[in-house]
């Protein structure tokens, strides 16, 4: 089973660190280039699971709010 590499795996990566090389990236420039991208998505991920509960919370809010109003007269 294909597992995602940790960032020290990256890192210490033959293949990956002549590919850097290739490009004129040093290690540490690489590191905190996967640290910001890392940050950003996470980011991004908390934003939407925010947008996501607050959609849900307002939608049972509205059932709730139309079942208590109609509780005696519908």
Do not use: N, W
């Amino acid at each position: 089973m294909a597992t995602d590499l940790t960032v020290a795996e990256v890192l210490s990566d033959p293949l990956i660190g002549l590919m850097l090389e290739a490009d004129g990236m040093d290690k540490a420039a690489f590191a905190d280039l996967l640290d910001r991208v890392a940050r950003e998505q996470l980011h991004q991920k908390m934003s939407s699971l925010q947008e996501r509960r607050a959609d849900m919370f307002y939608t049972r809010l509205a059932a709730s709010e139309t079942r208590v109003s109609c509780s005696g007269i519908c």
